[in-house]
Nanobody, 116 residues
Framework: QVQLVESGGGLVQPGESLRVSCAAS????????MTWYRQASGKERELVAR????????NYADSVKGRFTISRDNAKNTVSLQMNSLKPEDTAVYYC?????????WGQGTQVTVSS
């Protein structure tokens, strides 16, 4: 079955960097778009970044463009999100997502907190 396991969250100060990763299994990883979403407390879940199956194409939410970078390693079935120049408004639970056979699958999420 499809499994997504996020890791790497934590508490950082504004301006610092953090990298979150997602280990995927149960599907042909290299054939699917992978997406990072986030959900802040009391807010709706929002798309942060998406990457094409080959990794050659990416797109980002306007709020993170120029600060975040999504990447993938198809040999290791992992997708990562490098987050630089973090701001307090980046505080959220970050989720890895894949749409497989028309069904959205999610990991358990990893908490990222940006605070001084």
């Amino acid at each position: 079955q499809v499994q997504l396991v996020e890791s790497g969250g934590g508490l950082v100060q504004p301006g610092e960097s953090l990298r979150v990763s997602c280990a995927a299994s149960g599907f042909s990883f290299s054939r699917y778009f992978m997406t990072w979403y986030r959900q802040a407390s009391g807010k709706e879940r929002e798309l942060v970044a998406r990457i094409t199956p080959s990794g050659s194409g990416t797109n980002y939410a306007d709020s993170v463009k120029g600060r975040f970078t999504i990447s993938r390693d198809n040999a290791k079935n992992t997708v990562s999100l490098q987050m630089n120049s973090l701001k307090p408004e980046d505080t959220a639970v970050y989720y890895c997502n894949v749409k497989y056979s028309l069904v959205d699958y999610w990991g358990q999420g990893t908490q990222v907190t940006v605070s001084s």
